[in-house]
């Protein structure tokens, strides 16, 4: 049976916040995200997003402090995705291109869950580079989740290199509503 190549779109609201500043309780960029998701052989798709702003806060004006951060149409991703199974239920996928407008290269997700889906440990190893900086991105976390069946909630815990380099933990709850979910991350 191979794969039909038939997109799925997906819209959901995209927003950028800062929370309890010394410019405001709330301010806001709010952009509409269109994400087009092709399937292109057993495992591959191929992953597109655009943003398109709908509204902003004051302080997200130009000119004013986070005037940067407001959202822009573009197109800030462009990603080819490829998944893999492996022995002893451990699955792999690598995605590479344009993540985050101007970053570009390679992300591996690597994951064990048990066969009753109440453990799960993921691996996940990056290298990125940013067009208009000479730094280069080498995210690397490891993370733990227990899931909880009888109440549709997941535990879990994460920890290690992130984003800027920096090292720390958080810790997350998730509660499933069908298919909605509600998610707290400290």
Do not use: C
Request: hydrophobic content about 40%; proline content about 3%.
């Amino acid at each position: 049976a191979g794969t039909s190549l038939v997109p799925r779109l997906i819209f959901s609201p995209h927003l950028r916040s800062a929370l309890g500043t010394e410019l405001g309780v709330f301010d806001y960029s709010l952009a509409l995200s269109s994400n087009v998701q092709l399937p292109l052989w057993k495992g591959a798709v191929l992953d597109v997003r655009h943003l398109l702003p709908v509204m902003h806060s004051d302080s997200y004006d130009d000119g004013e402090y986070f005037a940067d951060s407001r959202h822009k149409s573009e197109v800030d991703r462009i990603l080819f995705h490829q998944a893999f199974a492996l022995p002893k239920g451990i699955v792999t996928q690598f995605s590479v291109g344009q993540m985050y407008k101007s970053y570009h290269g390679l992300l591996n997700e690597t994951y064990w869950q048990s066969t009753s889906g109440l453990h799960r440990v993921k691996a996940e190893v990056g290298d990125f580079s940013n067009k208009d900086d000479d730094y280069d991105y080498r995210p690397m976390l490891l993370s733990y989740r227990y899931f909880v069946r009888a109440l549709d909630l997941a535990l879990e815990g994460s920890y290690g290199q992130h984003w800027a380099g920096d090292l720390g933990g958080s810790l997350s709850l998730k509660q499933w509503f069908g298919d909605m979910s509600v998610n707290i991350t400290r």
